[in-house]
C-alpha cells in the first residue's frame, strides 16, 4: 500500500483538543467508527491518541491544556523552524515554537494575520492522514476570516496558495498537488473528477475560505465526510452533541455539529448531481 504524503503547502493532519479524553473517544467511536491508539509513553504528561478507520490514520485527540474543546488544522512544510520564520516575516505570530512530537514530526502553532489558529507539521514517521474524503473521514478544512482578501494575500505569500471564486464558494488550491495525487494514492483523480464536472483545477483543492460572521471569532473549521447526513445527525445528538444547523447545496448536504464537550465541525454527505 502506497503510504499518502502531503507536499509542503498541503493541510496534512487535524486533531482535537477535549478536557475529558475518554469521553471524546466514546463519541467520536460511535459517530466515526474510530478506533484509538495511545501513543504518548508512560508517565507522559498529557495524552495524546491516533484516531483510525480500517486501521488508517485520521486524525488525532489530545487532552487539553487549558480551555474549551477545538478542532485543529495541520499544514504541511519542509522544516518546521525555516517554516516559523517565513510565517513570522509574512505577518503571523507564534503561539507555540517548534518541537518534536516524539519521532512522528515536529510542529509548531502560529495565528495568521487575522486570528485564527493554524499548525505546521513536519513529518517524520508520522506521514499526515492516511485516508481521506471517505465516510467517518477528514474531508476538507475551511477558513472563516473577517476579511477573506487580507487572508488570501497571507495564505498565497505564506504557502503559495491560489484562490479561485467559484460563485458558490471560494476554493483554495496548491497548485501541483493533482499532480502529486496523481503520482501516487489516486491515479485515476482528473477522470474520476471530470465525469463528475468538477471545477477547473480542483485536483490541487485544498481548503476553502468564507467571510466569518459578525460574532463568529476567525478560525480554521474542519469538515468530516459522512454517507449520510442525516443519520449522521441522529447518531450524533444521541451521543450527546447539538446540531448547530443544516444546510443543502449543489453539491452537498451538511450539518454543523458542537461535540458534547464544545468542539465544532461539519458533516458533510457528498451528493453531485451525476450521484
Request: with cysteine; hydrophobic share 40%; proline share 7%.
Amino acid at each position: 500500500m502506497t503510504a499518502r504524503t502531503y507536499p509542503q503547502g498541503v493541510p496534512c493532519w487535524v486533531d482535537t483538543e477535549q478536557p475529558d479524553v475518554e469521553a471524546a473517544v466514546e463519541f467520536y467511536a460511535g459517530l466515526f467508527g474510530w478506533t484509538f491508539e495511545d501513543v504518548m509513553p508512560p508517565g507522559a504528561p498529557g495524552r495524546y491518541l491516533i484516531a483510525r478507520l480500517d486501521g488508517q490514520d485520521v486524525g488525532g485527540m489530545a487532552s487539553a491544556q487549558e480551555g474549551a474543546a477545538v478542532w485543529s488544522t495541520y499544514i504541511a512544510v519542509e522544516d518546521a523552524d525555516t517554516a516559523v520564520q517565513r510565517l513570522v516575516d509574512a505577518g503571523a505570530k507564534v503561539l507555540s515554537a517548534p518541537a518534536d512530537a516524539g519521532e512522528g514530526g515536529r510542529s509548531a502553532a502560529l495565528t495568521d494575520p487575522q486570528g485564527a489558529e493554524f499548525r505546521i507539521w513536519q513529518a517524520r514517521r508520522r506521514l499526515g492522514a492516511q485516508v481521506a474524503n471517505l465516510p467517518g473521514t477528514w474531508n476538507f478544512s475551511d477558513l472563516h476570516a473577517p476579511d477573506p482578501s487580507a487572508a488570501i494575500a497571507f495564505y498565497e505569500q505564506a504557502f503559495g496558495w491560489q484562490v479561485d471564486d467559484l460563485g458558490f464558494g471560494m476554493m483554495i488550491r496548491r497548485p501541483g498537488y493533482g499532480d502529486h495525487l496523481e503520482a501516487t494514492v489516486d491515479p485515476g483523480i482528473r477522470a474520476r473528477q471530470s465525469v463528475l464536472a468538477a471545477p477547473p483545477g480542483f485536483e490541487d483543492a485544498i481548503a476553502w475560505i468564507a467571510t466569518a460572521g459578525s460574532d463568529e471569532p476567525p478560525h480554521w473549521h474542519v469538515s468530516f465526510t459522512v454517507a449520510d447526513r442525516d443519520r449522521t445527525v441522529v447518531e450524533a445528538e444521541r451521543l450527546g452533541a447539538k446540531v448547530l444547523g443544516q444546510s443543502d447545496t449543489e453539491w452537498t448536504r451538511a450539518a454543523l455539529i458542537r461535540d458534547p464537550q464544545g468542539a465544532e465541525f461539519t458533516a458533510s454527505q457528498f451528493t453531485p448531481a451525476s450521484g
